[in-house]
Structures are given as C-alpha cells and as structure tokens.
C-alpha cells in the first residue's frame, strides 16, 4: 500500500646438515631429513650445505696431516686426500640420495600456482547525490592476484566510459536535476581479469521547486525523489513527487509499507494480512466507519476534493466506501504527514492517479468517472468506444520511478487506490501489473 502526501517543498630455515653428520641411526637422519622437507629445502640451501662438509672434510685432512706428521711423505698424503674425497663424495651422494628420497615421498611435490581466473568482486554504493551530480562508491576486492597496479577502476555513465582512475570513488557531474542514470563500474585485477557492478541512482529535484514549475515539467519532475522531507513513522525510507498543481505538491511512498506501519482504524482495529507482510485487507476495519457521510464530515477538506464520488453519493454506506473512508482518514493517516505536509492519506484517489497520468502520458491517458452508485469506470482516452469499463489494460510498468504501476509483485500485487469501483458495491480500484481495475 503506498501513500500520497501533499507538501510545500521549500621457512622455517633449513637445518643444517652437519647436525646429521653426527647421528649414528639412519633412520633418525632419515626423519630429521623429513622434518627439513617440512620446513622446505630449496637448491639454495642444499648447496651451502654440501659446501659446509666438503670445507669440514678439508679441515680433517689438513688435521690429519698435521696431527702425524706426513707432510713429506706425498704418496701418503695422496692416497689420504684420495680415500678422503671418495669418502666426501659418497656423504654428499647419500645427502642427494636422502633429499631426493624426501622429495619422491612429499605427495603433493613442487606444484605450479594455478592460473588466476576468477574476477574481483565489485559493489557500488551511493555516495553524496545532488540535483547535478552524483557520487559512487566501489568496494573491489580481488585475494589471488589484487587489483591492478595501473588505474584499475573504470567508470561508466549511461554506456559512456567517463575515466580510468587508482581511486575507488568518484563523483559524476554536470547531470540534470530528478533525472535517472545508469551508473557501471569495470575494476580490474592484477592479471587483467574484469569484475563489474551497475547502479541507478536519480539526481534529486532542484532545492526550492515551486508546484508551478513541477507542473510545468512533468516528465522531468514526477517519479524524482524528495530528499530532506521526513516523518514520524519507519515505514517509507523514500518518497518522490507524484503530482503538482498550481499550488500543491503531492508526494507518494517509494514502496509499500509493511502491516505494522499502517494505522489503526478509527475503532483502533488493525488491518488483514494476507500471505505477505504487506498485503492488506479491510474487513477488520470495514464497520468502524459509516460511509460517505464520515468522509464528507471527518476528512481533510482538500484532500476530500480528489473524491467527488461523496459528493455524488453522499449517503453511500456501501462496503467499498467505508474501505475508502478508512484510506481517506487524514486523522490516522497524520503519521506520515510530519510537521510540514498538509494532510496524508492511505493512497492516492483515481481521480489524481488519473490526473497525473495524464501529465505524463498526454497522448493517451485514461479518463474517470462515478459510473453509478456503487463507484467508478475508466476508459483510455484514444479509444472510439464512449462507454467506460470496470478496467483499463496497458499502463506501462516501472515508469517514474514506478510511481503508478510496479513490476515486482514479491510484496503485494498492486496499491489500493482510495476510490470504490462501480463493478459492485464491495470493490475498490487498485493499480496493480499493467492495469487499474
């Protein structure tokens, strides 16, 4: 259910080889071996580790040597520098023998990196929105190979690349006032894979507007969003224009509100649920009020102006006008007001639905009128037949900010409108898919 309001809008490292040197079991220097695979040997390390025995091999010889004596005795000295490189060199094959053992045995081995194909992640969120510009903020994030070293975030506006950038925010400017763009963002990681969001965000309506001048721009101005405008209930986040005459700005919800937003009846009885949390029906509600003489006697004057049907019917106690009348009580309905809007009520009348449809769409637009006693017909104004139906068939989903018909039925199929149908005495008009009926 929406809402129409009128306002004035002012390594580890490896361990040393010489530590096995001094083991006596094989099997020991075969898992202290193991656990320098755990910490991970590289070519680097090995070396340095063959080095270290050869110079110590060395150091024996010369000790040797010099411990005995044999300094001039050369085919001695010969045969033992001999018997001592055959006994480096066999240290040295079985260190290569046990790496290479270690080696056969780790499972996974020495494995490439796998290839990175996976793109960054990309959201955009909205930044400072103004009636020119536009801000937007990207949060990008790529864990394998990290963003792009060079301007990795592009920015595009309406299809139309704007500029490559290192920063992740960016403002759009030189836009026009309540109008929509379609905001995307390519950002690229460090091997040149792509990940993109897209956003669409509206500039807001000029500050200080006059009804006048809306009223004159429809197209530019109905559907555009309100900011600064509050009230005291949770139940609308956003509100956007939804008509404007020579003195009036009306206003309508973004969206539908849930049960616990709508107010109680006069009676204090709560609406019906339906199987979502935001369809409502009235049947609670349906004997708390009289008629067409409460509205005539309780509801906002102006507001009372958008529903002839009471003045026609002024002695009506049909179902479907006592529905209306709870949709019309600008008393219960005071929550959305605030402290600047004249008067709220639970939906917008036919006759200003159809009021402003007919600004925006002036080619064909749908007319009204009280069909009998019950309520109204309607009928497209480019149609030959002169008879009204019960219902109209065409209207065009999501325009304006999808201020007339929604195309997403995930909460409610359709808004009421705060007007009885002249189909039987306990129906009421609603907008809903690409009809009103």
Partial sequence: MEKDININLNNKNGQNIKGLKNRKNKKERKEQIGKNNEAGITIITLTITILIIIILASITINAVLGDNGLLSQAQDAKDLAERTTIETGDKMNKVLQEYMNVMAEDEGGITEPEEDTTPPTVIITEGEITENSIEVNVTANDPESGLASENPYIYYLNGEEKTRSNSSSYTFTNLTASTQYTIKVEVYNGVGIKGEDSITISTTAKPGLSADEIQQNPSTYYGAEVKGYTCSSNGVETWRIFYADESNIYLIADDYIPSS???????????NVGNTNYKLYFSNIINDYSGSSWIRSNTNSKAREWLSYVDSNPKSTNNNIKAVAYLMDTNKWSIYAGSVAEYAIGGPTLEM?????????QSRYINNRVENSAGYYVKWSNTTDSSYNEYVIGLTQDEYNSIYIKSDTSKANGM????PSASYSNSLFNAEYQRLC
């Avoid at 937003?261 to 609406?271: I, N, Q, Y």
């Avoid at 639905?353 to 769409?361: E, L, P, R, V, W």
Wanted: glycine share 4%; proline share 4%; with cysteine.
């Fill in 353 to 361: 639905f159809c009021a402003s449809y007919k600004d925006t769409h």
């Fill in 416 to 419: 009421w409108l705060a007007s």
């Fill in 261 to 271: 937003a709508a107010p109680t009846s006069t009676a204090g009885h709560s609406l």
